[in-house]
């Protein structure tokens, strides 16, 4: 049996929207799953809700639990409205985009390979059309980002009397870096679309987890040492 068809036997999809007590409505995505014993509840990068359930539970289950989840969805989603950095999809006049913090217009110009450039404060999208956007932003992304992590890890590890194996780079979905056991650190490339305080929190924190592995009060006591008010920072974080 293949493992796309063992994927589609152990879980099922369906959609539905919830209508707010104000009256707006959520894109939810209900996903039954064998194995899975508990109701969880997460807010998508598109702003759509998932809620995973275990096979058993039924839909009007699944609405009932995102009716009494509703306060702390909203309240999530203001969360994300205001701190969040976003792509756009695709290319359309006025659009914007982010990079260290600051939101710029980008223009486009016609041509036969995609790519993004920033020079003088001003960004030019390139492409055989509008809808690659994404995938030059992304690749401008990870460009910028090994110009800028490596080096600012270097900086903080002089700082902090620690040094990691390895500096490496990839787009996550759900995390901004990771430190494995080894000493190898990774970032998120996109990182590099939020202001330089948030970057250097980010290598700041992957950077104590070499001296301290878990995340108990000795952590924190380290990350604060070079930045105090961490805690601010990290729910801007989104």
Known sequence: ????????ELSAEALFDHRCSDGTLLPCRHLRRHGVKNLTLRIRDDGSIQITTPWHCSAKEAERFVSAKEGWIRKRLNHRDRYARPLPDRY???CRIWYLGEAYEIDY????????DFSEGRFLFYGPDTETLSVALERFYRRQAW???????????????????????RRYKSRWGSCRSDGVITFN????RYEMRLVDYVVIHELAHLR??????????????????YRTIRKMLV
Do not use: C, N, Y
Request: aromatic letters at 8%; charged letters at 35%.
């Open 1 to 8: 049996m293949g493992a796309s068809k063992r994927r589609r």
């Open 92 to 94: 359309e006049p006025g």
């Open 109 to 116: 110009r016609h041509a036969v390979r995609s790519r993004v």
């Open 147 to 169: 110009k800028i992590l490596p080096q600012r890890a270097a900086l903080w590890s002089q700082r902090m009397g620690v040094s990691a194996k390895e500096v490496r780079l």
């Open 189 to 192: 490339t996109a990182l590099v």
């Open 212 to 229: 301290h592995r878990d995340h108990q009060k000795a952590f924190w006591a380290f990350v604060e040492r070079f930045e105090p008010d």
